[in-house]
């Protein structure tokens, strides 16, 4: 019987390493980019852009991001912008209406009296009025507050020349003016998510999500998903290019089309949007579930591969959480050995950790420039700490091969609470959520967010966010915030 | 010359600046993904390394 547990204790632990290795896997894929993409296809094409902007009482960032529009790099006349308006009750009206004296014939005002259904029905409005024309040949998604750099939109439409593909992201990148720390570990988790993840993505062949803050569609695409944008998910946009995908076109990121976007500036905001987010995942995990870990057709997007990728990021907290019970399990039935595989957990994750920090700095250097502390401290004090513990060999497992209670030491405490760590890492995040939702000073939400680290946090609003489907919580379309801080960074 | 000629020459001299500047674009782009694979045959070099490193002088 105790073999049998010490056999499942040690496959807990294995499992707790998924995350970590499929994370890997992704990785070496980056690297491949440079030979497997999808330049070879491209040829200088220029179609009819019509730019779809939601807005909600967007009046601080609506003319900041036209202006930004309308100075891209593009043939003349061969792009139009389209506010649809979300019955704001903010100056969004006054703003499109100078824009629009401005831009004459390039800037138009979609007004909805009745709004606040989300952004998915906001931007159904704009594709309805946009494909009843003829005018657009390409459709550019996008939010309000998003800012294009001037040759983006030349680097996405280039991949549209190929009639496979049909959907384009580039890489968002977080442009915050004045930068903070969560604005920092938001640029680093961009870099590592966007310019990294995706580039692995082209290279296997299946696209997890394009952003929704710059996804540009072919006119034949749009109408082959239906002319519209799924209203059911919090996701409209992995919905989006799931079924672009599944409809038999292509969707590639080109991670040189940058644009920069405004995120969260507070623990309390970016966890109500990430939570809107894998909530959503989490949704389209079901609506797809004739998908996952496929053979035949839809082996590329749902295949095992696929599938490993998805499963391992939307169920992170419960791997991390079989590893902690795998490790403290050891160490209560042969404590040698949950040295041991504490030793091989963190090297493996310290050999991941370096490697893919390193290669992000190589990745974007311009922002690694600004983000780079942030980066090596993204797992958290703790959990640096832990791998210098591994790799040092120091100790941490008591004097005794098997436990009992009667010669239990407070050092025995200490060796638990180490073990136990990639466990309480996100319990520990969400106090440090709570404290700053409670509305404590920054300078105490950041030490303890340092100490705990970012990915902790990621993984604290996933598993909120398992938790709040189980429950089936209330669906609510909540907005983020935007204050018109995202300027062009270079 | 006439001026129909001009116009001509002016629209061609606008599409050569044009592909040209496609060109440019493709080509570093096109280097930036290459750069990329270098860095990280660079750094699993590095990290292939230490690794073994650390297993001989354990």
């Not at chain 1, 220029?46 to 202006?67: H, K, M, Q």
């Not at chain 1, 931007?123 to 946009?130: D, R, S, W």
């Not at chain 1, 439409?157 to 580039?170: F, N, Q, S, Y």
Request: hydrophobic share 50%; aromatic share 10%; glycine share 8%.
């Amino acid at each position: 019987m105790m073999d049998l547990l010490t056999y499942l204790c040690l496959i807990f632990v294995a499992l707790g390493t998924v995350p970590t290795l499929v994370s890997f896997a992704q990785f070496v894929m980056v690297g491949l980019h440079g030979i497997w993409n999808h330049y070879s296809k491209c040829a200088d094409y220029t179609p009819r852009v019509a730019f779809v902007l939601p807005a909600w009482n967007e009046a601080e960032v609506l003319g900041r991001s036209i202006d930004s529009l309308m100075q891209i790099d593009y043939p003349a006349g061969a792009w139009r912008i389209y506010v649809v308006d979300d019955a704001s009750t903010d100056h969004t009206p006054e703003v499109m209406r100078e824009k629009m004296v401005q831009y004459p014939g390039s800037v138009f005002h979609l007004r909805r009296e009745k709004g606040g259904q989300g952004k998915a029905h906001t931007l159904n409005h704009g594709i309805t009025a946009i494909l009843d024309e003829n005018w657009a040949e390409a459709v550019m998604i996008m939010d309000a507050d998003v800012l294009f750099e001037p040759l983006t939109l030349r680097r996405m439409t280039r991949h549209l020349a190929d009639p496979e593909i049909g959907g384009v992201t580039a890489y968002v990148k977080e442009g915050s003016t004045p930068d903070h720390l969560l604005s920092r570990f938001i640029a680093f988790e961009y870099i590592t998510a966007q310019a990294a993840a995706r580039r692995a993505q082209n290279v296997m062949g299946a696209m997890v999500c394009m952003a929704g803050g710059a996804q540009l569609h072919s006119r034949e695409n749009l109408l082959a998903i239906g002319g519209a944008i799924d209203t059911s998910t919090l996701a409209e946009d992995t919905y989006t290019t799931f079924k672009t995908q599944l409809a038999g076109r292509r969707v590639v990121i080109d991670a040189n089309a940058i644009v920069w976007a405004e995120e969260p500036d507070s623990i309390a905001a970016l966890w109500k949007q990430r939570l809107r987010w894998g909530r959503g995942n989490l949704q389209i995990t079901a609506a797809f579930r004739h998908l996952w870990f496929t053979s035949g057709r839809l082996t590329t997007l749902g295949g095992l591969p696929f599938g490993l990728l998805w499963f391992s990021a939307a169920l992170t907290p419960l791997f991390m959480i079989l590893g902690a019970v795998g490790l403290v399990g050891l160490y209560f039935l042969w404590a040698p050995w949950a040295k041991e595989a504490f030793d091989v957990f963190w090297l493996a994750t310290f050999v991941v950790y370096f490697a893919e920090t390193l290669f992000c700095f190589a990745i974007d250097p311009v922002a690694s420039r600004k983000c780079w502390l942030e980066g090596l401290i993204f797992p958290g004090l703790v959990s640096v700490a832990l791998m210098v513990v591994a790799i040092s060999g120091v100790k941490i497992t008591g004097s005794t091969d098997r436990l009992s209670l009667a010669t239990w030491s407070w050092g025995d405490t200490a060796a638990v609470l180490i073990l136990a760590w990639t466990g309480l890492a996100a319990p520990a995040a969400w106090l440090v959520y709570r404290i700053d939702r409670a509305g404590a000073p920054k300078w105490l939400r950041n030490a303890l967010l340092l100490v705990v680290g970012y990915g902790p946090l990621l993984c604290a609003i996933a598993f909120a966010a398992i938790i709040a489907q189980l429950r089936k919580a209330d669906l609510k379309w909540d907005k983020t915030i935007k204050s018109g801080k995202a300027r062009i960074q270079t | 010359m006439g001026q129909d000629d001009q116009i001509g020459q002016s629209q061609d001299s606008d599409l050569t600046s044009a592909a040209s500047a496609f060109a440019r674009l493709m080509a570093e782009d096109k280097r930036q993904e290459i750069r990329l694979l270098w860095w990280q045959i660079g750094i699993s070099a590095v990290v292939i390394a230490l690794v073994a490193a650390y297993f001989i002088l354990r």
